[in-house]
């Protein structure tokens, strides 16, 4: 009896501390993105921000768990498959984050104004460079997905919303709402990074058990 209560205490002191380090790395490749272009942070902090929220804590999510096996040797180490979806999803949150911290600058602080093309790049996805009708130029470029279309050549004139601290991408004010798709994304890597570590700890003492 005492065993099985010990074990189950062991099981929920797992359940908590792996939930912690899983909101910690998906809230953290949230956040970080986010906050970029709506702080807006300088690019130095934004590149080192984006690194951490794109790369850093998705590996951390998977490699963390698996790095405290200390009873099992390292021959005999397996992964939990869970914890094939948190650095996936993490990496998306950072993506898709800086995509909504964007949205949101815009929101906030953008500026509406007609814009001339001065240059348009078509070599892997659209990209125009842009200037306001009255000379200032517009950073950063143009995107695709936010009015940079196919059609659209040197000298065409735009409608646009921009960042004046020229940090959030401008659009041409059609915005998309990624809340749904964030939730879902934060939500996949929080469970199953808590539930594949959990299996990991499991592991681990049942080894050092035996």
């Not at 000298?155 to 004046?164: A, Q």
């Amino acid at each position: 009896m005492a065993d099985v209560i010990s074990r189950n205490r062991a099981t929920c002191s797992d359940m908590v501390r792996w939930l912690a380090f899983s909101l910690v790395c998906a809230g953290g490749s949230l956040g970080l993105s986010w906050l970029g272009p709506v702080v807006p942070l300088p690019s130095l902090v934004r590149g080192v921000a984006g690194l951490f929220a794109i790369f850093l804590l998705p590996l951390a999510s998977l490699l963390v768990p698996v790095l405290l096996l200390r009873r099992v040797p390292r021959k005999k180490r397996k992964v939990a498959w869970q914890l094939i979806v948190p650095p996936m999803a993490g990496m998306a949150l950072g993506f898709l984050g800086t995509v909504a911290g964007d949205a949101a600058a815009l929101a906030d602080r953008g500026v509406s104004a007609d814009a001339v093309v001065v240059s348009a790049d078509y070599s892997s996805t659209n990209h125009c460079e842009l200037r306001t009708v009255g000379g200032q130029d517009i950073s950063p470029s143009l995107s695709e997905s936010d009015g940079c279309r196919d059609a659209t050549a040197k000298g065409d004139e735009v409608r646009v919303r921009y960042d004046p601290e020229g940090v959030a991408s401008p659009d041409d004010g059609r915005t998309s709402s990624y809340g749904v798709l964030l939730a879902t994304l934060f939500g996949a890597a929080v469970l199953m990074g808590t539930w594949g570590s959990v299996r990991q700890s499991k592991w681990d003492r049942a080894y050092g058990d035996a």
